[in-house]
């Protein structure tokens, strides 16, 4: 793979010759001359060939858009921190709102069920286990309508100390 491992002292010269592209009449002697040295220069126009490459096809943007391109990043980073507590409060208020309609529904279900009847047909509960449920929930919509409206009245409050805790 390797011709010859050993180093010559003229090596360092070789290669800055190489990279520069200036070459002395001495060092293109000693060049043909030196196995060691006809190979690090060998290896050194390959890397220089790969580098010039590498860079052609390399596109680094302007300064000014890249600049522009990390404002519009740190604008929408601020922006998502924002809207969390607002999403947040969005879906606390549903579910509290939904809470707040199985409680009225089931607060009202004579009501509800009479206006089904004006309709037509029969909204009569089935007569097994879902009956009871109802019951028992029925028993505690008390507790659902006053449960959301601590729960409407808590998130109230977290929605003040957000908005003053931000200034």
Known sequence: MFRNLSICENEPAILEAVRLGRWSEDLQAHLASCPACSDAALA???????????????????????????????????????????????????????????????????????????????????DFSAQAFLAALWAKSDLLILGSAGALVLLGGLVAYLLWAEE
């Open 44 to 126: 050194a126009k390959f890397l220089a060939s790969i580098q010039d490459t590498d860079l052609a096809a390399a596109r680094v943007p302007a300064s000014g858009w890249m600049w522009w391109r990390a404002q519009l990043q740190a604008k929408q980073a601020a922006a998502e921190r924002a809207v969390q507590p607002i999403r947040f409060v969005e879906q606390a208020s549903l579910a509290c709102a939904a809470l707040s309609i199985v409680g009225l529904s089931l607060w009202n279900w004579s009501a509800i069920r009479g206006w089904l009847s004006t309709l037509g047909g029969s909204w009569r509960l089935a």
